[in-house]
């Protein structure tokens, strides 16, 4: 039975992190076209005793911003360039799309977990 609750701590603590991923893709795709903004990244870090997994700190992508000419744009300098972001919307899709499928496995396997536990303890009760 500890292992059935264990499996459903395991997926969920996926999932709380995906979810945490997800809001930070979604972050930088709101602010993609935000002058000076720098893209969000967030690792995960596994607890190697009990096999969870969980977000670690923010991180600011400190890769060059992209320099943009529009002379008429408030923040240019003398020679009409400002500073975009780093975002790039492929990648931000793509770790999109796969933190979707993580979340999504993960949620799969928290409802085998969830129906097992329910299974066995009707076992329990007769």
Do not use: W
């Given at each position: 039975?500890?292992?059935l609750?264990?499996?459903?701590?395991?997926a969920a603590?996926?999932?709380?992190?995906?979810?945490?991923?997800?809001?930070?893709?979604?972050?930088?795709?709101?602010n993609?076209?935000?002058?000076?903004y720098?893209?969000?990244?967030?690792?995960f870090?596994?607890?190697p005793?009990s096999g969870?997994?969980?977000?670690?700190?923010?991180?600011?992508?400190?890769?060059?911003?992209?320099?943009?000419?529009?002379?008429?744009?408030?923040?240019?300098?003398?020679?009409?360039?400002?500073?975009?972001?780093n975002?790039?919307?492929v990648?931000?899709?793509?770790?999109?799309?796969?933190?979707?499928?993580?979340?999504?496995?993960?949620?799969?396997?928290?409802?085998?977990?969830?129906?097992?536990?329910?299974?066995?303890?009707?076992?329990?009760r007769?």
């Amino acid at each position: 039975m500890g292992d059935l609750f264990t499996s459903l701590s395991l997926a969920a603590s996926g999932m709380r992190s995906q979810a945490m991923r997800l809001r930070h893709v979604s972050e930088n795709i709101a602010n993609a076209d935000t002058p000076g903004y720098h893209r969000k990244t967030v690792a995960f870090t596994p607890d190697p005793d009990s096999g969870m997994v969980s977000a670690g700190p923010v991180q600011l992508d400190r890769s060059e911003l992209t320099r943009i000419y529009d002379p008429g744009h408030p923040m240019a300098d003398e020679t009409g360039h400002y500073d975009g972001s780093n975002v790039d919307l492929v990648i931000e899709i793509a770790d999109a799309r796969e933190a979707q499928r993580s979340y999504e496995a993960n949620l799969r396997m928290f409802d085998q977990a969830k129906k097992m536990t329910t299974s066995l303890l009707e076992l329990l009760r007769r």
